[in-house]
């Protein structure tokens, strides 16, 4: 078999173990160690009876349905999706592991059972048809070997009829595999495998793979100490890998990068265990850190599907340092909300809060929420971007018929309108929630309908209505623009390829209020208003208001002398001249020192020392030592020294006054 396939079941393994999905039992203990055999005999002993019975039930619902004129095989009544009951999180996995591999070859295998002549048989109906065809790719995947039984498998008779049946053809059923590769020219079943999913597969087995570090449980630090002792080496990205190499991401600090072909070494590691590093798809990394880059300290956030529990634990993770509390929507069983806490709680996660309800059932004004500012919505989309989309499909509860669109390589139009319609409703939904400060929509599609679209209808939709602030789009914390007027320009992209998985992100925050001074200093950067404003210093805008009041003061005064004072003019010669009008007055109230901008009120001056006011009042004093050839303020300054003295400090107990005359002048 393909060394793809072979991964595929072994990645399974390495994830519930590796991770502690379902519970925090280890390997060692002796339930454990019955279903990890269980897994690791794949294409060496077989599956239990339960596996394959779904497996033929998950088969039926996803075949290829062929014309009239094609169809070898009757598979009976199609009409109803069948119901399938899974033992636990593990064998719903490997179920539909073993339907989708059957899934690439049913070709090859419908044209082996007509060739053997061990179809059609009348002693097996057309219901266990599906049964029959799964059985037989398990059969020549282990070389047309027994299978053995499981310690406490519960048999199945269906299973048991149809093993034994397949048995006794396995010469002819052996030959007819020969003849269909003699045929075809085939040198493996490989070259059955339909294009698209070849490509796919190469692909996959060629990804690095990233995981993120629980800093719960283990800092950066200690993680790049512990590969170092293992002999790996850093280095600066994913060109640069050779064998025992890896690279921080990136766009993510807390995620670190490895070839591919280490994943089965790395698993097995110590520092892989006890959910210190977890193995997960990159674009739910970038997702998460890009609604922790909008949360406020206090402020909560919703993430919109349950999905995998690996996301919900990274977001705990890096909002751990922080009260901020995480609601999950759609838990629905009181079996997985005890599942997912015994999960989280083993990964040190502890600001988790799951909710019964869907997302499109919580009510924006849910007294629960009322801290809440992020909404993080990933919904289900075609996930035909994703490194490896059958796992993310798994890891997510995804729809199942999601995997016929991976077999085909694209998605049918009707599938696509379905889809994007779902994502629309859920985003305009999420627009309600009046005080909700941001949104963050990730996908792993391809198809701008359910990317760039569903995102500009939602925010062509008006639907958060007039009393509130609208929302616009904003680069994310990974985006290469920083202020691009191209709404295009905004989104944040990652193409699938050989060294990267597909992401979408689009970030939406509500516009901020901004006013009339922010926005004018905003166009003068930008050399908007070159020509239209001159900008002038405040000084020069000042002083031609004042000397304009003063001017009107003056022209109301009895003595009109008194408007123009000397620059050097003593306190006394101020005491003397006639009262200063009310304008003037104002005018002086309203002094700000140029220095000390804090002391414009006269509570401030009681307390603030200006030093203007100072140098005011010392050149005063200069200037009653040396008394100016002034009429009658010389006189006033020569005949009566105490006068002088007692009209100063009267006048430094007026420093408003003197302030304001100081900025007249």
């Given at each position: 078999m393909p060394d793809s396939e072979s991964n595929l079941v072994s990645s399974h393994v390495d994830v519930i173990n590796g991770t502690s999905v379902l519970s925090a039992t280890k390997i060692s203990d002796e339930k454990g160690s019955v279903e990890k055999r269980a897994v690791t005999q794949i294409g060496k002993d077989g599956y239990p009876d339960s596996i394959?019975?779904?497996?033929?039930?998950?088969?039926?619902?996803?075949?290829?349905?062929?014309?009239?004129?094609?169809?070898?095989?009757?598979?009976?009544?199609?009409?109803?999706?069948?119901?399938?009951?899974?033992?636990?999180?593990?064998?719903?996995?490997?179920?539909?592991?073993?339907?989708?591999?059957?899934?690439?070859?049913?070709d090859l295998l419908e044209e082996m059972l007509v060739d053997s002549k061990v179809y059609p048989c009348y002693s097996i109906p057309d219901e266990l048809t599906s049964l029959l065809v799964v059985m037989l790719y398990d059969l020549q995947d282990r070389k047309f070997q027994n299978r053995k039984i499981f310690a406490e498998e519960e048999l199945v008779a269906e299973?048991?009829?149809?093993?034994?049946?397949?048995?006794?053809?396995?010469?002819?059923?052996?030959?007819?595999?020969?003849?269909?590769?003699?045929?075809?020219?085939?040198?493996?079943?490989?070259?059955?495998?339909?294009?698209?999913?070849?490509?796919?597969?190469?692909?996959?087995?060629?990804?690095?793979?990233?995981?993120?570090?629980?800093?719960?449980?283990?800092?950066?630090?200690?993680?790049?100490?512990?590969?170092?002792?293992?002999?790996?080496?850093?280095?600066?990205?994913?060109?640069?890998?050779?064998?025992?190499?890896?690279?921080?991401?990136?766009?993510?600090?807390?995620?670190?990068?490895?070839?591919?072909?280490?994943?089965?070494?790395?698993?097995?590691?110590?520092?892989?265990?006890?959910?210190?590093?977890?193995?997960?798809?990159?674009?739910?990394?970038?997702?998460?850190?890009?609604?922790?880059?909008?949360?406020?300290?206090?402020?909560?956030?919703?993430?919109?599907?349950?999905?995998?529990?690996?996301?919900?634990?990274?977001?705990?993770?890096?909002?751990?340092?922080?009260?901020c509390s995480i609601f999950v929507c759609g838990v629905?069983?009181?079996?997985?909300?005890?599942?997912?806490?015994?999960?989280f709680s083993h990964m040190g996660c502890t600001n988790i809060w799951l909710l019964h309800e869907d997302f499109t059932e919580l009510q924006p004004t849910d007294p629960r929420l009322e801290k809440a500012k992020v909404i993080l919505l990933i919904p289900q989309c075609s996930e035909l971007g994703a490194g490896n989309p059958m796992e993310l499909i798994l890891s997510e509860h995804?729809?199942?018929?999601?995997?016929?669109?991976?077999?085909?390589?694209?998605?049918?139009?009707?599938?696509?309108?379905?889809?994007?319609?779902?994502?629309?409703?859920?985003?305009?939904?999420?627009?309600?929630f009046n005080k909700v400060q941001a949104i963050v929509y990730c996908t792993c599609s391809v198809y701008p309908e359910e990317n760039e679209l569903v995102v500009k209808k939602a925010l062509e939709s008006g639907v958060e209505g007039a009393k509130v602030r609208p929302y616009r789009l904003i680069p994310s914390i990974f985006?290469?623009?920083?202020?691009?007027?191209?709404?295009?320009?905004?989104?944040?992209?990652?193409?699938?390829?050989?060294?990267?998985?597909?992401?979408?992100?689009?970030?939406?925050?509500?516009?901020?209020?901004?006013?009339?001074?922010?926005?004018?200093?905003?166009?003068?950067?930008?050399?908007?208003?070159?020509?239209?404003?001159?900008?002038?210093?405040?000084?020069?805008?000042?002083?031609?208001?004042?000397?304009?009041?003063?001017?009107?003061?003056?022209?109301?005064?009895?003595?009109?002398?008194?408007?123009?004072?000397h620059p050097r003019q003593t306190a006394a010669n101020v005491k003397a001249e006639a009262p200063v009008s009310k304008a003037a007055h104002k005018i002086q109230e309203k002094h700000v020192c140029p220095i000390c901008p804090k002391s414009p009120t006269s509570k401030i001056q009681e307390t603030h020392v200006c030093p203007t006011k100072a140098k005011t009042v010392q050149g005063k004093k200069a200037a009653s030592d040396t008394p100016q050839k002034t009429g009658q303020g010389k006189k006033a300054a020569s005949d009566t020294p105490q006068k002088t003295g007692q009209e100063k400090k009267a006048a430094s107990d007026t420093p408003q006054k003197t302030a304001g005359e100081k900025s007249s002048q």
């Open positions: 394959y019975i779904n497996a033929a039930k998950i088969f039926q619902g996803l075949r290829t349905e062929k014309s009239s004129g094609k169809i070898l095989l009757r598979y009976g009544d199609t009409s109803e999706s069948p119901m399938v009951a899974f033992k636990d999180e593990q064998s719903r996995r490997v179920s539909y592991e073993l339907a989708f591999k059957t899934l690439k070859y049913q299973v048991q009829e149809i093993g034994d049946y397949l048995y006794s053809y396995e010469t002819k059923l052996a030959a007819a595999l020969a003849r269909c590769r003699i045929k075809h020219d085939a040198l493996s079943i490989e070259y059955f495998v339909p294009e698209t999913i070849s490509k796919q597969e190469q692909r996959t087995s060629a990804l690095p793979i990233c995981f993120w570090i629980n800093t719960l449980k283990i800092s950066l630090e200690d993680v790049i100490r512990d590969l170092e002792m293992k002999g790996f080496t850093k280095v600066e990205s994913v060109s640069d890998f050779d064998h025992y190499t890896y690279a921080v991401d990136q766009h993510c600090q807390d995620v670190l990068v490895f070839p591919s072909s280490l994943k089965e070494e790395l698993l097995n590691l110590d520092i892989f265990a006890d959910c210190k590093l977890l193995l997960q798809d990159k674009s739910r990394s970038l997702a998460v850190h890009s609604a922790r880059a909008l949360l406020s300290e206090g402020a909560d956030i919703i993430m919109a599907h349950m999905g995998s529990h690996l996301t919900i634990a990274h977001m705990s993770v890096l909002t751990n340092d922080s009260s629905k069983s009181s079996v997985k909300q005890e599942e997912l806490m015994n999960s995804r729809d199942a018929e999601l995997l016929r669109d991976l077999f085909q390589g694209f998605v049918s139009e009707d599938k696509l309108r379905i889809l994007a319609e779902r994502q629309l409703n859920e985003l305009l939904h999420a627009l309600k985006s290469t623009c920083s202020d691009s007027e191209s709404s295009t320009e905004m989104f944040f992209k990652m193409e699938p390829s050989e060294i990267s998985s597909g992401c979408f992100l689009a970030v939406l925050e509500r516009e901020k209020k901004v006013s009339a001074k922010d926005i004018l200093a905003s166009a003068a950067a930008k050399a908007l208003l070159d020509g239209i404003v001159e900008e002038k210093p405040k000084e020069e805008v000042k002083k031609p208001k004042v000397k304009q009041r003063r001017r009107k003061a003056a022209a109301g005064d009895s003595k009109p002398k008194a408007a123009k004072l």
